[in-house]
């Protein structure tokens, strides 16, 4: 069964296409991130519109490097949510419009569960149940996951997530956007042990997060300094050494809580070189695993969509599509919890 997968929650349009038999058969991705970068951050608006303007020339795209058919695909995948409310309904009505012309059956997934499945796509030896590290910029979340749609959440930060602080930070020290991979970038220059950032709820006794305070204290700090080129790599380390100690922390706790010895990370934060050398020697020394995503399928993408619809096929058989052809009305979740995606 073929899957095609679309993807437009926030500024990168992705798609793919999935073999349920012979695996991933093409997947392309157009990221906004040059288009955005003018203004310091995502436009809501200019996404959806530029959204409108990708997805069909990418599904083109797709066929033709996958050698199919339109009329091979057998179902459709794609991301109704969480993510920016305009830019869901570019994906959900091609979508279900797609579907309807085709008359095969559509399936909602969740933008989270495309994430902490997608390490699955290219390493199908991992096993349930494991403990998933979702780490992006607009989630940090640790979540239990027993098996396909049966997710506990056990903890997630209570302000910034960990690449909106990464983000802002950058900003702070005068880098572009996204600053995550700049200031990642950046503190590959600094000295270690120049400066020293709090690391907070690290030690709550939950699996809680906070950055918001951390990013405050890297603003206090430039404030007081006389910043130079050197300083600010030393700040950049600080802070992301502040950073991966309290992902590990909690990471390695929520494994010890569970009883489990599987790690899977994933989102863009999930790319971070510091973090995955950090997390892979501290897990370890606990007899556990860490399981990364390739680093092309950290950021959003469409083919950990049609991955996550065909797992749905594959666990629940073709039942799960019965109930599932386009229809409208149509509705996006802009908020979604992943405990009620089932």
Sequence with gaps: MIVLGIETSCDETGIALFDTEKGLLSHTLYSQIEMHNEYGGVVPELASRDHINRVLPLIKQNLA???????AINAIAFTQGPGLAGALLVGASIANALAFALRIPILEIH?????????????????????????????TQLIRVDNIARYELL??????????????????????????????????????????????????????????????????????TEITDQIKADIALAFQEAVTDILVGKSLAALKHCGLSD??????????????????????????????????????????IAFAGA????????NCLKNHHANYPYTVKARWNLETAS
Aim: one cysteine or more.
């Design 65 to 71: 490097i996958a050698q199919v058919d339109l009329k």
């Design 155 to 224: 903890g997630e930060t209570v302000d910034d997530a960990a690449g909106e602080a990464f983000d802002k930070t950058a900003k702070l020290l005068g880098l572009g956007y996204p600053g995550g991979k700049s200031l990642s970038l950046l503190a590959e220059k600094g000295k270690s042990g120049q400066f020293t950032f709090p690391r907070p709820m690290r030690n709550s006794g939950d699996f809680n997060f906070s950055f918001s305070g951390l990013k405050t204290s890297v603003q206090t700090l430039i404030k007081h």
């Design 311 to 318: 797992m749905r096929i594959n666990s629940q058989g073709e």
């Design 111 to 139: 933008h989270l569960e495309g994430h902490l499945l997608s390490p699955l796509l290219t390493n199908p030896t991992i096993k349930f149940p494991f403990i998933a590290l979702l780490v992006s910029g607009g989630h």
């Design 263 to 304: 790690l899977v990370v994933a989102g863009g934060v999930g790319a971070n070189v510091s973090l995955r050398r950090t997390l892979a020697i501290e897990a370890a020394k606990l007899g556990a695993r860490v399981h990364f995503p390739e680093l092309a399928l950290c950021t959003d993408n469409g083919a950990m």
